[in-house]
């Protein structure tokens, strides 16, 4: 799954993964209560990356940070994690459903130039590029090697996926739409879960705690 995720990362494709946390290694204790994956969600897969990292406390959480998961992942064109503790994922309760029209879904914003004009991974104005479905006629090279922006393994100008800085501006007002703060615990235990994936995923050059370089 690692080598997949590193490849999702590199190739800039949206999708969604479901990490319900138990005890492990291997089946491990598949009824105990776990939250040992959070360092594999943030440094599973090799090299530097960037990645969002949603957390659900609640039955209700699941349903609405799943959707909010797959709107990141096609806004950003990256791969998003949902990650679940093993009690969470055994619950089971009634909850009422918003309607349709009353869900927010991010459509994934398309190329609107003819196929012969399309490079699939040229900067545009909204840090992401836009992007064609196979079969629509839009041609672009997918490789697990570092691209330019057409695609392919780099000769001149390089396209970087793992723009830290840019990735982290862009993603805070996404995050402060959904974070709700108040005194208990558990919300507060989420914060800093968050805002430690969003701290990680800087580079460590970059990185201060209570105002020191760290």
Not at 27 to 38: E, H, I, K, W, Y
Not at 62 to 75: G, H, R, V, Y
Not at 113 to 128: L, Q
Request: contains cysteine; charged residues 20%; proline residues 8%.
């Amino acid at each position: 799954m690692q080598e997949n995720l590193g490849f999702g990362i590199i190739a800039e494709v949206p999708c969604v993964i479901v990490d319900v946390m138990r005890g492990g290694p291997s089946t491990g204790l598949p009824t105990m209560p776990s939250q040992s994956d959070v360092m594999q969600a943030r440094w599973g897969t090799h090299g530097d990356h960037p990645i969002i990292v949603l957390s659900a406390s609640t039955v209700r959480e699941c349903f609405d940070m799943t959707i909010q998961a797959f709107n990141l992942s096609e806004k950003f064109r990256t791969p998003v994690i949902l990650l679940i503790d093993e009690v969470v994922g055994h619950m089971r309760e009634k909850m009422a459903l918003p309607n349709a029209g009353e869900i927010e879904i991010f459509n994934r914003v398309k190329p609107t130039m003819p196929p012969e004009w399309y490079i699939p991974f040229e900067d545009s104005p909204r840090g992401v590029p836009p992007m064609a479905n196979f079969g629509e006629g839009y041609r672009y090279h997918v490789t697990g090697l570092t691209h330019d922006i057409r695609g392919s393994p780099p000769r001149g100008r390089m396209r970087s996926a793992l723009s830290f800085p840019d990735f982290i501006e862009r993603s805070a007002s996404i995050f402060r739409r959904f974070i709700w703060l108040n005194s208990t615990k558990q919300r507060t235990r989420k914060l800093r879960l968050l805002l430690t994936v969003l701290w990680l995923a800087q580079p460590r050059e970059q990185r201060s705690w209570q105002g020191r370089k760290v």
